[in-house]
């Protein structure tokens, strides 16, 4: 096992580092196998640096997060929530979408974060309904979240709703749709996993395509249909969610035309179970545009990394001065609502 210590130089609080390591070191039954998968790289002294040194330089971009309330949509496992409250916010919404990962979240805060308090919260939910009375949030921030999210302008929205005038909005991803090269290999990384084969393809891994999930779906809402025909149908339901399946299969079976929506090669695939996108491109031009008709000022920046040392971090600033989204592999929005 690991030995469990603080990391000298990593800009957190030794008391973060520690409960991180211990997490990750004595993680319980009631912590999602995944959260290993995901955060166990932070075992190692020099991916735990980086890793802080990149939401540090994340959230230099809005002034910081002491005392303002923060809402971080798409929170996963909660490891930023955590480390951004460590920094002295006043309080944090970590809304995640899957119920198994925001329990994990709050089981794990219960066990070794205990220093935080009351002040991270814990909220199983979607980014098209924040948790927040209207004016109420500082910073709506999310982090390689917003390519998953299925209504990006509810939102957009939302943002405008529950920020105090002067708060901000920070996305950070990783899919720049300005980028032709990434774009072409997102495009054929839709379809695998729309439709298989399982595999890996570049960094992602496919398993268990949308097509067959969907399958899953109608053979256990119709399970009188024949093997051919639930294939069928599920090959007809592409971008449906759980209960548009079951509404378009159940008006077919009553007469109604078949359903018609089959999957075409470049849309984004969607998750029947929990209505998730898969990695959607976005020009972070586009997203800034967006909201500055949302009564926001709004800049794009292509991001080109920058938190592995100084020299690269100062590379990043001179390349993200200049007109250089198509070449950048991620992007970040800045907008502050007037």
């Known amino acids: 096992m690991p030995e469990i210590s603080t990391l000298a130089g990593v800009p957190a609080p030794p008391e973060f580092v520690h409960a991180v390591r211990r997490s990750l070191v004595q993680a319980s039954d009631r912590v999602a ?14 991916n735990f640096r980086t890793w802080v040194r990149a939401k540090r330089q994340l959230m230099d971009l809005v002034g910081g997060v002491r005392d303002k309330v923060v809402v971080d949509v798409g929170a996963g496992f909660g490891l930023v ?110 379809q695998r996993f729309e439709q298989g084969p399982e595999g890996q393809i570049g960094e992602h891994e496919v398993r268990d395509p949308m097509v067959n999930r969907r399958e899953r779906i109608v053979r256990a809402e119709f399970p009188q249909l024949p093997e051919a025909k639930a294939s069928e149908l599920a090959r007809l339901t592409s971008g449906m969610n759980r209960g548009q399946i079951v509404r378009a299969v159940s008006a077919h079976l009553a007469g109604a035309p078949a359903p018609t929506s089959t999957y075409q090669r470049g849309q984004c695939p969607r998750e029947p179970k929990f209505g998730y996108l898969l990695e959607q491109l976005f020009d972070g031009r586009d997203l800034a545009t967006r909201l500055a008709r949302r009564g926001f000022e709004a800049r794009a920046l292509p991001h080109f990394g920058g938190a592995a040392n100084d020299l690269v971090h100062a590379a990043n600033l001179v390349l993200r001065a200049l007109p250089t989204h198509r070449w950048a592999r991620a992007y970040r929005v800045v907008a502050r609502k007037r």
């Open 81 to 190: 929530s955590d480390l951004l409250a460590s920094w002295g916010a006043r309080r944090v919404w970590a809304l995640e979408l899957l119920q198994e990962w925001a329990s994990s979240h709050a089981s794990r805060d219960a066990a070794h974060f205990g220093y935080l308090g009351d002040r991270v919260m814990h909220v199983c939910g979607d980014a098209s309904r924040l948790p927040l009375r209207s004016g109420t949030a500082d910073i709506v921030l999310s982090i390689e979240a917003i390519s998953h999210y299925y209504d990006v302008d509810a939102f957009l929205d939302e943002c405008a709703r529950v920020l105090k005038p002067g708060g901000h909005v920070l996305v950070s991803d990783g899919n720049n749709g300005a980028n032709p090269g990434l774009r072409e290999h997102t495009v054929a990384l839709w």
């Open 33 to 46: 196998a995944r959260y290993l998968s995901y955060h166990g790289n932070l075992l190692d002294d020099r």
